[in-house]
Nanobody, 115 residues
Framework: QVQLVESGGGLVQAGGSLRLSCAAS????????MGWYRQAPGKQRELVAL???????NYADSVKGRFTISRDNAKNTVSLQMNSLKPEDTAVYYC?????????WGQGTQVTVSS
């Protein structure tokens, strides 16, 4: 496992934007993939976006066209640019890093979108 620290959460009005960032530290070899999950009250944690070292990405259908994931392999960071936010995006967002044989999670950062 690695240590993951998220930043950038907050309160925003519908239609606004936020940028989440996550920095990985500790024993880091190859993090592949790296990404973001979210969990809304009363719901299961769900995939938001993943990005592989080579840049291949996966997005939840609900965020395609609005969210963009990126990573800096040298700095072991991953970011999520969230545009056109909707109230249904309100959730705790968790940074995720997959190291061989290990799934690592950040503590989560709250994103609240008001209507």
């Amino acid at each position: 496992q690695v240590q993951l620290v998220e930043s950038g959460g907050g309160l925003v009005q519908a239609g606004g934007s936020l940028r989440l960032s996550c920095a990985a530290s500790g024993t880091v070899v190859s993090i592949n993939p790296m990404g973001w999950y979210r969990q809304a009250p009363g719901k299961q944690r769900e995939l938001v976006a993943l990005i592989r070292i080579g840049g291949v990405t996966n997005y939840a259908d609900s965020v395609k066209g609005r969210f963009t994931i990126s990573r800096d392999n040298a700095k072991n960071t991953v970011s999520l640019q969230m545009n056109s936010l909707k109230p249904e995006d309100t959730a705790v967002y968790y940074c995720y890093a997959h190291v061989i044989a290990n799934d690592c999670w950040g503590q989560g950062t709250q994103v609240t979108v008001s209507s």
